[in-house]
Nanobody, 114 residues
Framework: QVQLVESGGGLVQAGGSLRLSCAAS????????MGWYRQAPGKQRELVAI???????DYPDSVKGRFTISRDNGKNMLYLQMNSLKPEDTGVYFC????????WGRGTQVTVSS
């Protein structure tokens, strides 16, 4: 059984930084893509970063240049470094594992004050 547990969220002022972590347990292979999504109140969940098995990463324009996704396969950890945070980055951030039908963590709240 796969479990994903996010941590590192919190309250930060605009322009600040946060680093999110996702601890994965279970049968996880480095070939499985992983990603970070976020959901703001009243909005749909959206992808903010993805990392493929070959290390390739991709980001939407809204976070490109500010967010960096990385993974440590030896430790089964996924990270999201978020810099130059904006109030519109506020939301619950979820870790996602692309395996079978997909696995989600329970999320961690990020609040950016103006």
């Amino acid at each position: 059984q796969v479990q994903l547990v996010e941590s590192g969220g919190g309250l930060v002022q605009a322009g600040g930084s946060l680093r999110l972590s996702c601890a994965a347990s279970g049968n996880i292979l480095s070939i499985n893509p992983m990603g970070w999504y976020r959901q703001a109140p009243g909005k749909q969940r959206e992808l903010v970063a993805i990392i493929l098995s070959n290390g390739r990463t991709d980001y939407p324009d809204s976070v490109k240049g500010r967010f960096t996704i990385s993974r440590d396969n030896g430790k089964n950890m996924l990270y999201l470094q978020m810099n130059s945070l904006k109030p519109e980055d506020t939301g619950v951030y979820f870790c996602y594992l692309d395996k079978a039908s997909g696995y989600w963590g329970r999320g961690t709240q990020v609040t950016v004050s103006s």
